[in-house]
């Protein structure tokens, strides 16, 4: 067997790795430090976070403030962008010398890039775009949830012999905790070594508020001729879910929305992990652009509409009725 | 490579394509004497500034050269050209031809490539799982094909996947049922018959698909085979070989008039119904039937049968065949959209056609264009006479 | 695209072959995935890497090389990548290397390419955003690791420009532009573009002559610690049918507070998503 750097016996503290963009904690890093934190306290264990960046020392606060005990925190110019290579050289050493038991990252295109370099570079295993994760009864072992084949199905996965035990989340799956400003902790400043080798890739360009890219969008609220012109009430939802706003081929002909919005055979073919179709009936040429979608609702307000045979779950109403209070009750619950 | 100038408006000449296309189309534009019908006949012509020039695509055929731009997948393959050209010319096989060359020079639309691995992994050009092509009947208990049935029943995958034309195969099959057609199918194991890569023109692989089909077929047994589309029809009829003294594909509106000829089906009663019947370009124009659906139509009591403007051999195409349900059409440029009108000005209560393709076409343009015409099939129809019961003669989904 | 030396580009494509995902089940009693009865595919997200090396090709000439590790029976999908206009293919397959999780995939794969850059040359690893049934995404990073080449996962445009990978990486939000230097591991974004369709004239060779070598674990420069299943330090601890391949039809009914409702409770996990 490929043995890891280290064993169970020295192992010990659980790690989350918090990712930041444009002076802002990754949502999932969040998530992950109010998960964590239930971990680490039913195990006793210290919660460390992973920060590593250039000029991003407030953020450590924030992470304090979502629960962590500790922050690693490694600040460099070098660092001000992520680079594969350049974060892989720098949490190696801190894993190194620290030895974590558990090492949580994001399931972010970043955070997938780095954890699977590291899971190599340690020899150790890695759980990738857990849905869920839990502690084994007896052995505390990290048990990660994930889905395969398309979302048919559910597989446990841990790691028993190889330190630290490294997996990858879906964002989404764990609720952010309140943060606590009161709490304090060790933020503890690192060294930043960097070899040559490390620099190899070189960011020509980075651009992060671009429009809507559909075919990788987690969460569609698509409408059709049913909405009648009217997509403000999809657009709230779409921006409280955190998704965007998707449409049949009529509402786009009928110039609601631009065809970059366009859904189905000659639109784009989605895989959200959540799809809600409002006023749309259900034509083949527009659910094939959905059907592999993990979930979809349809809202149509007629009970015979084809859309529901497409459907998780059905709601035979009129649209703008059923959305106005699930808009309401959305603000209402974040509100608090 | 040698170029040659020619005095046309096509400037160079390239040996390597001129062998391609002389070969791909084997001559048939050669009788093609430039008359310019062609090109003034096509709806392309009512849709757009700039109508196609078919009369061009045939001249580059008979030149043996290349690039022919967009004109080349615009086509539909309605057959209209074909129809009025004084020549006799097959101006949809040469244009399937010049597709099989520009397949093999790599310059087809990509958006059709879809179409051909869809086909290739999963036995459909709609690319949906092989495991769920009988679906559609799972609640029907429908019986495997067997030698000693009269019919295969050869649903075809658009009727097997999409859900509004899987309406349309149980239709059919509630009539079979009624007449007491020994029938069966070929359930998950049916192939695809090769119609939407034959008329995108990848002519290699659907070779390979018929070859395969066919093989099948005379594995089986099959003698009469009965399709839902006409496309699947005129694949069998007019593309496959004749696989044996009793293989006789029909279409479904011919074996069911042909039921109601031998008394084996009839409509008792009334349902007063004003229709128009919209002649699929498969089922018209490239297989000559006409009067079987209409005579499916009239067997029905309460059915008024009115024509629209352009009927039979003169119908406007809906604007979905020849590779077209793959590639988006710009909203103004649908046939479909004018049909829809000439549909409406019949005042009929319903528009009924025989062809899924042009059931999607129409009824999206009919929807968009604000009109409250249902479109049925012809199967729908006949079925919905079965149930009609003489007190409520109103049809199902008809408006009061 | 000009301004390249480039003149024989050697492109190493990762291909794997997978079951098809609707016809694969939990079989409860054994808590084992039944893939006896499914169908294959060549990993969908494969077809797009493909078509990214073939491009590649055209462009700048060059061979493209087939690397899949899995049982015979991957051949005749091979086969199918030749046919569109690969070269050559290898095909990784020994009892030894069966139950590897992504630490002892990439390895095995990371020494076959050792191989064939040993004896043909590699200038670039291709490999798919993520297969659709393991879907870790893990094996591409990995492969560049266990090389030790530069990597680049989510790749939608690649060029090559004076002998560097100009590669347009998707991040949150957006888009990066990276420039690595060659040999470089790249993981191709699903969907960037639509796969050719398979070249009639390369089909009978594709099919009877084209050389698909068989190289088993013996044939490869290797730790045997750290493949198969020994070399794999996840196992599955359980397995279960998350859904059925329909849909589940439910239907939600009362007046539309009570939709709305009964909608925000199946929402409460999306709830969370926040940007
Ligand atoms: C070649 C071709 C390609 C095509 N490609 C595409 C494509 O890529 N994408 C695509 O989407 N379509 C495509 N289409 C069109 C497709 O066939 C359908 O016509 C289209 O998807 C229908 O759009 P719709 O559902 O918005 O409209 P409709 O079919 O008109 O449905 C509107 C629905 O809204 C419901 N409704 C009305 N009012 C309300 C209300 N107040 N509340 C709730 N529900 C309400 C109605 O009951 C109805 O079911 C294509 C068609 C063709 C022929
Ligand atoms: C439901 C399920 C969950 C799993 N979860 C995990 C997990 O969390 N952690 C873990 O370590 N393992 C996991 N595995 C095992 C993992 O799937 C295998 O190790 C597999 O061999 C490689 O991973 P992948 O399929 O996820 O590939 P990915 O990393 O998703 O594949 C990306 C690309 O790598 C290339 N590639 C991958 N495999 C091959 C191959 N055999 N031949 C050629 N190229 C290839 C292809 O280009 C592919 O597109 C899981 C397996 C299943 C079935
Ligand atoms: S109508 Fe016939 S003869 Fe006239 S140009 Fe067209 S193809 Fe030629
Ligand atoms: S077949 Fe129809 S669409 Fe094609 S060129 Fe002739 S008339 Fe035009």
């Known amino acids: 067997m490929t043995e890891s750097l280290y064993g169970p016996d020295q192992a010990q503290g659980i790690w989350v790795y918090l990712e930041q963009q444009g002076g802002q904690l990754e949502g999932v890093s969040l998530e992950l430090l109010a998960m964590a934190r239930e971990l680490a306290d039913e195990t006793s264990a210290e919660l460390t976070g992973v920060l590593l960046g250039d000029d991003v020392e407030a953020l450590a606060n924030d992470a304090v403030a979502h629960g962590a005990d500790r922050v690693l925190l490694g600040q460099d110019p070098e660092l001000a962008q992520y680079r594969t290579e350049p974060y892989a050289r720098v949490v190696t050493a801190l894993v190194a010398e620290h030895k974590p038991d558990i090492f949580l990252l994001g399931a972010t295109p970043d955070g997938r890039d780095l954890a699977g370099r590291l899971a190599v570079r340690l020899r150790t295993g890695l759980t990738a775009d857990c849905t869920n994760l839990a502690l084994e009864d007896d052995s505390r072992l990290l048990l990660g949830e994930v889905t395969g084949f398309g979302g048919g199905i559910l597989a446990t996965i841990k790691c028993e012999q190889h330190r630290p035990q490294m997996a990858t989340v879906r964002p989404g799956v764990f609720t952010t905790g309140a943060p606590d400003e009161s709490r304090k902790a060790d933020i503890q400043r690192v060294n930043v070594i960097l070899l040559a080798e490390d620099d190899r890739v070189e960011v020509l360009e980075r651009v992060t508020e671009e429009g809507a890219d559909l075919t990788r969008s987690k969460v569609i609220i698509a409408g059709g001729r049913g909405t009648r012109g009217d997509f403000s009430l999809l657009e709230e939802l779409a921006e409280l879910l955190g998704g965007d706003v998707g449409a049949t081929r009529v509402a786009v002909d009928e110039g609601w929305i631009g065809r970059d919005r366009q859904i189905g055979q000659t639109g784009f073919a989605t895989r959200p992990d959540l799809a809600i179709l409002c006023g749309i009936s259900g034509a083949m040429h527009f659910t094939v652009g959905v059907e592999k979608a993990e979930t979809v609702i349809a809202i149509n307000s007629d009970p015979e509409a084809e859309i529901f045979e497409h459907a998780d779950y059905g709601v035979a109403d009129d649209l703008f009725q059923v959305l106005k209070p699930l808009v309401d009750q959305i603000k209402q619950a974040q509100a608090r | ?400 | 695209m000009s301004g390249t030396n480039h003149r024989d580009l050697r492109i190493i494509c990762c291909v794997k072959v997978v079951p098809r995902p609707e016809e694969v089940s939990v079989d409860q009693d054994t808590m084992t995935i039944d893939r006896a009865n499914a169908r294959s595919i060549i990993n969908p997200p494969d077809m797009n890497l493909l078509e990214m090396a073939l491009q590649l090709k055209d462009q700048h000439g060059g061979e493209v090389i087939l690397l899949s590790m899995g049982p015979p029976l991957f051949d005749e999908y091979l086969r199918v990548g030749l046919s569109l206009g690969a070269d050559s293919a290898y095909l990784l397959s020994d009892r030894a290397f069966g139950g590897a999780d992504t630490l002892a995939t990439s390895y095995t794969l990371a020494q076959g390419i050792r191989r064939i850059r040993d004896e043909r040359g590699c200038d670039l690893v291709l490999c798919g955003e993520e297969s659709s049934d393991g879907a870790t995404a893990q094996v591409p990073p990995g492969i560049a690791e266990w090389l030790d080449m530069p990597q680049v996962t989510y790749a939608g445009e690649l060029s090559l420009v004076d002998g560097h990978l100009h590669a347009v990486r998707e991040v949150k939000g957006g888009h990066e532009v990276l420039k690595a230097p060659l040999p470089a591991v790249v993981s191709v974004r699903v969907g960037v573009n639509e796969p050719r369709f398979i070249d009639f004239e390369r089909k009978a060779w594709a099919e009877n002559e084209a050389p698909v070598t068989v190289w088993a674990a013996d044939d490869l420069d290797l730790d045997t610690e750290a493949i198969g299943l020994t070399g794999s330090p996840t196992s599955v601890s359980g397995l279960g049918q998350a859904r059925s391949v329909e849909r589940r039809r439910e239907v939600i009914e009362g007046t539309p507070e009570e939709e709305a409702r009964a909608l925000f409770e199946q929402l409460q996990t999306f709830l969370r998503v926040r940007a």
């Open chain 2, 1 to 400: 490579m040698t170029t040659k100038e020619t005095a046309t408006d096509v400037l160079t000449l390239d040996d390597a394509a001129w062998e391609q296309v002389v070969q791909a189309t084997g001559g048939a534009a050669a009788p093609c004497y430039q008359c310019g019908v062609c090109t003034a006949s096509c709806p392309w012509g009512l849709v757009k500034d700039e109508p196609i020039s078919v009369r061009k695509l045939m001249h580059s055929a008979q030149l043996g050269v290349d690039g022919w731009g967009d004109a080349l997948w615009l086509c539909t393959t309605c057959g209209l050209c074909e129809e009025r050209c004084p020549r006799g010319v097959p101006i949809t096989d040469v244009i399937r031809s010049l597709r099989s060359v520009a397949w093999r020079q790599r310059n087809e639309p990509a958006e059709l490539r879809t179409l051909l691995w869809g086909t290739y992994w999963d036995g459909n050009p709609w690319g949906r799982p092989p495991s769920q092509r009988n679906q559609w009947a799972s609640d029907l208990e429908l019986p495997r094909f067997s030698a000693e049935d009269e019919v295969l029943y050869y649903v075809g995958c658009t009727a097997s996947y999409d859900r509004r034309m899987q309406k349309n195969a149980r239709a059919l099959v509630a009539l079979f049922r009624e007449a007491g057609v020994r029938f069966g199918t070929l359930g998950d194991d049916e192939p695809c018959c090769g119609e939407s890569v034959t008329s995108v023109g990848n002519r290699e692989y659907a070779q390979e698909i018929i070859d395969s089909t066919a093989q099948l077929f005379e594995e089986v047994g099959a003698a009469t085979v009965v399709t839902t589309s006409p496309h699947c029809y005129e694949m069998f009829a007019r593309r496959y070989p004749n696989l044996s003294d009793r293989f006789k594909p029909l279409h479904y509106t011919q074996y069911v008039a042909q039921l109601i000829d031998e008394g084996r089906l009839s409509f008792e009663h009334e349902m007063p119904m004003r229709v128009t019947y919209h002649d699929p370009c498969y089922l018209g124009r490239h297989s000559g039937v006409y009067d079987e659906p209409r005579r499916i139509l009239e067997a029905i009591p309460g059915i008024e049968l009115v024509e629209m403007d352009h009927n039979r051999a003169e119908a406007l195409c809906c604007g979905g065949g020849g590779g077209r349900m793959w590639t988006e059409t710009p909203a103004g440029e649908r046939f479909a959209d004018l049909r829809a009108i000439e549909a409406a000005e019949t005042k009929a209560e319903a528009l009924v056609t025989a062809c899924s393709s042009c059931i999607s076409c129409l009824d999206d343009s009919l929807k968009t264009s604000g009109m409250e015409m249902p479109v049925f099939d012809v199967a729908e129809v006949a079925a919905m006479a079965l149930n009609a019961k003489p007190a409520e003669a109103e049809p199902v989904g008809a408006p009061a």
